[in-house]
């Protein structure tokens, strides 16, 4: 079974920057991707960003031009990736989930950093 651990979330001001983290269990082959959604109060989540194993990469509206997506790299016994976020605006506030994706057909979501932006 999978976990999933986000960490990196914050206060910032508006037109600052954040890192976020996530590091997904299990072995590296077994990941066909991982990804970032944010979930703002009273909205549906929605794609911030996705990698695949192949290095595929997918950006929502929102992201991109400002965030980056890292490649899936192994850190600590742990499939980890980054993102990015540059010039954050009060609408990035949210909070941000990472998911991952196996071969077998598992999908696990972590438990969400908040990321909070003002103005």
């Known amino acids: 079974q999978g976990q999933v651990a986000e960490s990196g979330g914050g206060l910032v001001q508006a037109g600052g920057s954040l890192r976020l983290s996530c590091a997904a269990s299990?072995?590296?082959?077994?990941?066909?991707?991982l990804g970032w959604y944010r979930q703002a109060p009273g909205k549906q989540r929605e794609l911030v960003a996705r990698i695949t194993s192949a290095g595929s990469t997918d950006y929502g509206d929102s992201a991109k031009g400002r965030f980056t997506i890292s490649s899936i790299s192994r850190d600590n016994a742990k499939n980890t990736i980054y993102l990015q976020m540059t010039s954050l605006k009060p609408e990035d506030t949210a909070v941000y989930y990472c998911k991952a994706s196996y071969n077998w057909g598992g999908q696990y979501w972590g438990q969400g950093t908040q990321v909070t932006v003002s103005s």
């Open positions: 299990g072995r590296i082959i077994d990941i066909t991707a």
